[in-house]
């Protein structure tokens, strides 16, 4: 395996020496590491692919969802909307996509799941800008 390593090491230095990299997009540039520290270790792989495929697994999206609808709630009664029509059709969406995201965590065997509860957990700190 050893002999694969030095090869590809080889071919590297090789195609630097003779500027095939030279005009690669970010070149000079810091790369952009991402943290994916709050992503427990089985599903940073997967999670890492969907992501640089354009794809969210559900249960992100629909998070993401529901904090949204969170905010617009506490929008409405912050702002002393006397539009209960709008409120209780945000509500109703609002218990919609929680109950859509309770039946996919349990169909995927993550509802009990503590690090998958730490990660939704940091997941909705991001998304809300706070420390719960």
């Known amino acids: 395996m050893a002999i694969l ?3 590809a090491e080889q071919r590297i230095q090789e195609a630097m020496r003779s500027g095939e990299f030279a005009n690669l997009p970010g070149h000079g540039k810091p790369l952009e590491l991402e943290d994916l520290s709050g992503v427990p270790e089985e599903l940073r792989m997967s999670y890492k692919m969907m992501k640089n495929a354009g794809l969210l697994p559900e249960e992100v999206t629909l998070r993401a969802e529901c904090v949204t609808l ?25 218990s919609l996509k929680r109950l859509r995201l309770q039946r996919l965590l349990q169909e995927r065997g993550l509802e009990g799941n503590a690090a998958y509860s730490d990660y939704g957990d940091m997941i909705r700190q991001r998304l809300t800008g706070r420390e719960e």
């Open 5 to 7: 390593f030095w090869l």
């Open 70 to 94: 969170e905010e617009l709630l506490v929008a409405c009664h912050t702002s002393g909307n006397s539009d209960t029509g709008e409120r209780r059709e945000l509500e109703s969406k609002l």
